[in-house]
């Protein structure tokens, strides 16, 4: 009878949680349209190699802009290329440096963000040296990190985690200098605990919330800076399928074949706009604040 009372409520925070989940997917009907646009991106960088009709790399220039048919979905790029292929397999490096970049970000935010906000003598100088990376625009920031990195798939994940990871330890670091005057703080403090444990077992499990929305939108603007970074031709290698990349290329034939850009353009939209959309609705199912009004 204990064991089963005991697993009960063992199982009770999951089953809340759970509930939680499908009552907030019920009520914030943008939440599951994020959810399932974001299912059928993942779905499909998953399956590519199944997806995909053609190499998406071989290069046939006497098939060179074909129209939309039954052979190529969404017609051919300049140089003889499956779009649709193209486009499948660049799901893949977008949710690639998406993940990526939100845990990167996610993990090195919260650890300055605890650091500064729980240690005084430490926080002036982390927070200027976050605020000298914030002074730059996003943008040149990472263009100049790839300059000097290569056009590396890891390198566009390593400077598209500098530049939001500043964001994420003033978020985190906001939280932490509120919850540091709290009661219980004050009472681990009294019993010795030393301030490794402080931080990870009492500041950062009330800071998950707020790290796992604002990483939910640093998803939206990874994808959305792997394709700028490769539409300037400073992101992934050339032979690298990548959205931003055929977006920059159907440049040159957006008069004469409008299909090569269309298709690159609407899966980008579409996945930056689930990701928004599925952020926001997490922000309202973790905030309490906006839960309960």
Same mark, same amino acid.
């Given at each position: 009878?204990?064991?089963?009372?005991?697993?009960?409520?063992?199982?009770?925070?999951?089953?809340?949680?759970?509930?939680?989940?499908?009552?907030?997917?019920?009520?914030?009907?943008?939440?599951?349209?994020?959810?399932?646009?974001?299912?059928?991106?993942?779905?499909?960088?998953? #399956?590519? $190699?199944?997806?995909?009709?053609?190499?998406?790399?071989?290069?046939?220039?006497?098939?060179?802009?074909?129209?939309?048919?039954?052979?190529?979905? #969404?017609?051919?790029?300049?140089?003889?290329?499956?779009?649709?292929?193209?486009?499948?397999?660049?799901?893949?490096?977008?949710?690639?440096?998406?993940?990526?970049?939100?845990?990167?970000?996610?993990?090195?935010?919260?650890?300055?963000?605890?650091?500064?906000?729980?240690?005084?003598?430490?926080?002036?100088?982390?927070?200027?040296?976050?605020?000298?990376?914030?002074? #730059? $625009?996003?943008?040149?920031?990472?263009?100049?990190?790839?300059?000097?990195?290569?056009?590396?798939?890891?390198?566009?994940?390593?400077?598209?985690?500098?530049?939001?990871?500043?964001?994420?330890?003033?978020?985190?670091?906001?939280?932490?200098?509120?919850?540091?005057?709290?009661?219980?703080?004050?009472?681990?403090?009294?019993?010795?605990?030393?301030?490794?444990?402080?931080?990870?077992?009492?500041?950062?499990?009330?800071?998950?919330?707020?790290?796992?929305?604002?990483?939910?939108?640093?998803?939206?603007?990874?994808?959305?800076?792997?394709?700028?970074?490769?539409?300037?031709?400073?992101?992934?290698?050339?032979?690298?399928?990548?959205?931003?990349?055929?977006?920059?290329?159907?440049?040159?034939?957006?008069?004469?074949?409008?299909?090569?850009?269309?298709?690159?353009?609407?899966?980008?939209?579409?996945?930056? #706009?689930?990701?928004?959309?599925?952020?926001?609705?997490?922000?309202?199912?973790?905030?309490?604040?906006?839960?309960?009004?």
């Amino acid at each position: 009878m204990a064991t089963t009372t005991a697993t009960l409520r063992d199982m009770r925070p999951r089953s809340t949680l759970l509930s939680r989940f499908r009552r907030a997917m019920r009520l914030h009907r943008n939440m599951l349209i994020g959810g399932v646009l974001l299912l059928l991106v993942v779905l499909t960088a998953l #399956f590519a $190699p199944v997806l995909m009709t053609h190499d998406p790399t071989f290069q046939d220039p006497g098939e060179r802009l074909q129209a939309p048919s039954s052979e190529y979905f #969404f017609g051919t790029d300049g140089q003889g290329r499956d779009v649709y292929s193209r486009v499948v397999k660049g799901a893949q490096l977008s949710l690639i440096v998406g993940i990526s970049v939100s845990i990167a970000t996610a993990a090195a935010g919260s650890l300055i963000g605890l650091v500064a906000g729980f240690v005084p003598r430490l926080d002036a100088p982390i927070m200027r040296v976050m605020d000298g990376l914030m002074a #730059f $625009p996003g943008i040149i920031l990472a263009i100049g990190i790839m300059a000097v990195r290569g056009a590396e798939v890891s390198n566009v994940v390593l400077a598209l985690t500098v530049v939001n990871t500043p964001r994420m330890a003033r978020v985190v670091r906001a939280i932490v200098l509120t919850l540091s005057r709290t009661q219980f703080v004050e009472a681990a403090k009294s019993t010795g605990c030393g301030v490794g444990r402080i931080l990870g077992f009492h500041l950062f499990p009330n800071c998950l919330s707020p790290i796992i929305v604002q990483a939910s939108f640093v998803f939206a603007e990874a994808v959305l800076g792997e394709a700028t970074l490769s539409f300037l031709g400073a992101g992934a290698p050339p032979e690298v399928p990548s959205w931003g990349g055929m977006l920059s290329e159907s440049r040159l034939f957006l008069s004469q074949a409008s299909w090569t850009m269309i298709a690159p353009g609407a899966a980008l939209t579409i996945t930056v #706009f689930a990701l928004n959309l599925l952020g926001d609705g997490l922000r309202d199912m973790l905030d309490p604040r906006l839960r309960h009004r």
